[in-house]
């Protein structure tokens, strides 16, 4: 059966129903943003009975309730709810415009070539108009709201349109009097038996050859039915207005929800007028949760809501298609139900705040060392299934195993649902004990000479190593301190970050590509201190100096210890051997790799540093 409906409308049946409320907007619609060129240009291509595109409609009263406003300028106490009809999906921009130019009697509110904001009236010169078509694009102008042109820097009035006698007087038609100029032709009546004119004559000829296109005009009409499904009003809403910000999840959401009476925007940011906190602010209490976006929130909530729905088909005795299954795809946060946002909220909320500390212990401290954002939404889901069970040391094993593998193997990149919807399940699956281990634990591989190419800091590999470094204990070659020690009062100067160890400068000189040196495995995560003094010295010199220096005062056994803590080899970096060095490093960092991953990785005793993948800093 057919959801739509394709037919023509009257431009002013159409602008009539907006007047009445009968025509409205969904309020996710955004506001009106033509400008003064854009409505002349429109205005010409009527005139000229040019095609200005199909206009979109959606039958309301169906399962895509969205909470509906009057198109901009049209009186809310005329245009109620009760009232409405149809929703636009596309054409706002041109319906808004002819509303405003050819019914409103107020100045139209728009913006000039420099966006900046002014007050426009559109006429017609009717003698420039009657020379033909082709001229039409120069007879239509607008003028300010006092509808007086200057020239000569303002000195000069050039045209005076300021009352209808004016108007009379220069020829100059009102563009809103066009869909009803009775009393306008009556005036112009008046005028010519005053001063002896015969302007009503051509008036005539102008009204059939230019107002009657505007009166008779009709528009492709696409009306979709009120059988549609929300998610697909959504997309196909998407999918014709190209030309703008494609809506997000949330502000979608939001104009659902509140045709069920609920503010979803002061559930998200919160509202101190009325009280409420919002998730949001409660949420960036935690500096790693500083940037979790509404619509992850609604993954989330999207991922717990259909297990629940999934494992509810199971008890019943459903199979195969009948079962629903687990996702987090947009088309299904689309279809979330109010019942599951207020079931799900709170426990998501306290999930994040549980994600956000078991992120701790493992040493990412900021939204900036975070491997993949996309990884902590089925992250805090799970936590939000298990309470405070995480805690319990089997648990938590498994569920840093699951994380490091998704890190190191690389696999929450890119479009990712799939995978958080299988690995919610099986993860949960495997924390109660079953035997087979999730897909990203499974699929999770770490190939040895991916560590010569790891150069990029926004890698998530990369990151995810650097981490690793610091949850091992990395102490930092000056303060002597750990990630672990530092608090907010001195986070700034004593933070860690990923710096060389084998100087840039000191491996130019030695002809070592920056390929080479670039890579991960010449990198640690030391304070902005000690990477001051280490400058560009070979690392035997650097080292003894940061030994004797006042704050640091440690001998060389202390000061290989705090190497051991960074997985680097004191011997070699002592002797200025960049080869051994890496070559040891390699080892000891995979051997961490493969603790934190919970499988072997592929021995090896030659260095690899293949030239590919992540690009140079």
Request: aromatic share 10%; glycine share 6%.
């Amino acid at each position: 059966m057919s959801t739509f409906d394709s037919t023509k409308t009257r431009l002013e049946t159409l602008l009539k129903d907006i007047i009445t409320g009968e025509i409205q907007l969904p309020d996710f619609q955004r506001g009106w943003v033509w400008d003064d060129e854009h409505i002349r240009s429109l205005l010409v291509s009527i005139a000229r009975s040019f095609p200005v595109g199909a206009i979109m409609l959606l039958e309301a009263g169906g399962d895509a309730k969205f909470k509906a406003r009057p198109v901009e300028g049209v009186d809310p106490t005329q245009a109620t709810l009760d009232k409405l009809k149809k929703l636009i999906l596309d054409g706002q921009q041109r319906l808004t415009s002819l509303t405003q130019v050819l019914i409103f009697k107020q100045p139209v509110q728009t913006r000039d070539s420099k966006k900046k904001l002014v007050q426009r009236y559109y006429y017609i010169d009717i003698e420039t108009a009657l020379l033909g078509p082709e001229h039409y694009e120069s007879a239509i102008i607008s003028i300010d709201a006092n509808r007086i042109q200057k020239e000569n820097f303002g000195r000069d009035v050039k045209l005076d349109l300021s009352t209808p006698e004016k108007e009379y007087e220069h020829f100059y038609f009102p563009c809103n009097e066009i869909l009803n100029a009775g009393t306008w032709e009556v005036g112009l009546n008046k005028y010519d038996a005053n001063h002896g004119s015969n302007k009503l004559s051509r008036y005539m000829e102008f009204r059939t050859q230019v107002l009657d296109e505007f009166r008779y005009y009709e528009l492709p009409i696409i009306e979709l039915n009120r059988n549609n499904k929300k998610e697909a009003v959504c997309l196909v809403f998407e999918k014709v207005n190209t030309g703008g910000v494609n809506l997000s999840v949330f502000e979608l959401l939001t104009a659902t929800y509140a045709a069920d009476n609920i503010n979803l925007r002061d559930e998200w940011f919160g509202n101190i007028q009325e009280g409420i906190e919002g998730i949001q602010p409660y949420l960036r209490k935690q500096r790693l949760l500083h940037e979790v976006e509404p619509t992850e929130f609604f993954q989330g909530l999207t991922l717990l809501y259909s297990l629940e729905k999934r494992q509810q088909d199971l008890k019943a005795g459903k199979t195969g298609k009948q079962i629903t299954g687990v996702t987090a795809k947009r088309e299904a946060v689309l279809s979330l139900t109010v019942d599951a946002l207020q079931k799900w909220k709170q426990p998501l909320t306290q999930g994040y705040w549980k994600a956000a500390k078991f992120l701790r212990q493992q040493s990412f401290f900021s939204t900036s060392d975070l491997p993949y954002r996309t990884q902590l939404i089925p992250l805090a889901a799970v936590m939000a299934l298990l309470g405070d069970r995480w805690l319990e040391p089997k648990i938590h094993e498994k569920i840093a195993r699951w994380f490091w593998c998704g890190i190191l193997g690389e696999l929450y990149g890119g479009a990712v649902e799939t995978r958080m919807a299988l690995d919610i399940q099986e993860l949960i699956d495997w924390i109660e004990d079953a035997k087979e281990e999730p897909a990203t634990v499974r699929d999770a591989n770490f190939q040895p000479a991916r560590l010569g190419t790891l150069r990029s800091r926004t890698s998530a590999a990369y990151k995810g190593i650097n981490t690793l470094i610091q949850r091992e204990g990395s102490q930092d070659f000056f303060w002597k301190s750990t990630i672990r020690d530092l608090d907010e009062s001195d986070w700034e100067e004593r933070r860690l970050d990923i710096h060389h160890i084998f100087p840039k400068s000191w491996c130019d000189k030695q002809g070592i590509p920056p390929s080479r040196y670039n890579s991960i495995l010449n990198k640690t995560p030391i304070s902005f201190k000690a990477n001051r003094m280490i400058g560009g010295k070979a690392p035997s010199e650097y080292l003894v100096q940061l030994q004797k220096h006042d704050s640091v005062q440690l001998d060389d056994a202390g000061m290989n210890a705090i190497l051991a803590t960074h997985q680097i080899d004191a011997i070699t970096l002592r002797q200025d051997d960049f080869e051994g060095f890496m070559a040891s490093r390699q080892r000891m960092i995979l051997a961490k790799i493969e603790v934190a991953m919970g499988k072997p990785i592929l021995a090896v005793d030659d260095l690899v540093l293949a030239d590919v993948a992540d690009e140079e800093e």
